[in-house]
């Protein structure tokens, strides 16, 4: 089983409750999570990515165990090695390109001193995006999918071994998502990592071939 996970989570705001009671399980490396607005779709993904603690149940992913309530196991998410791309990117606005995409590869967060190593593996990704000459550009400087290239770069430097994308082609034009679509396709498939997917947008159901989990109200 690639994905295993059968959770709860109960969330409260000011005026009401949320109830999040779902089950993903698959066999598949792609894996996409579609259904209306407001279902729990987000908060799945951020309780996979270590955000958000579940109340109770199991997330594990191909025989990694991510949590476990009842054996009390919460891997925290710094360890959970997992990529998570937004859909506004998140990227850091004060850093520039290539301080973005090393950012995960000091452990405390913050890219101040650059060995010969890190410093070729942010060069590798930047070329494989080629996005190597924005390397000294900051966020703003960018357009909507260069800044998913850099995000995309981001997430794999640290060699995660999950990608978890909330719907990341939303803000892009529909040349470049179909363009996008297909690199991201690409590299799943050249780096088996597996990848879960949100979206609203049919098109990206039906370019990607992975299991379909309707999240329903
Ligand atoms: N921090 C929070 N506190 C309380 N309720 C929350 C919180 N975050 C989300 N919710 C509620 O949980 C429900 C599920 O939210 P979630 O963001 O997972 O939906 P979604 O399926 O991803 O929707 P969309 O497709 O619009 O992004 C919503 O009703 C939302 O209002």
Redesign the pocket.
Known sequence: MIFDIAIRKK???AS???M?DIQVRSHREQVI?F????????????CIAGL?TPDSGTIKIKNSVLFDKQNNINIAPQARNVGYIL?NYALFPHLNIAQNVGFGLNRKGWLNRITPENHEKIHHWLERFQIADLARQYPDQLSGGQQQRVALARALIIEPELLLL??PFSALDKKLRMYMREEVQELQEELKIPLML?T?DEEDIQAFSAELIE?KS
Do not use: A, N, W, Y
Request: hydrophobic share 40%; net charge positive; proline share 4%.
């Open positions: 969330m409260l705001s009401r409750t949320f999040l999570l259904g209306p607005s407001g279902v729990g779709k987000s908060l799945t993904v951020k958000l859909q909330d719907e949100i609203h999240f």
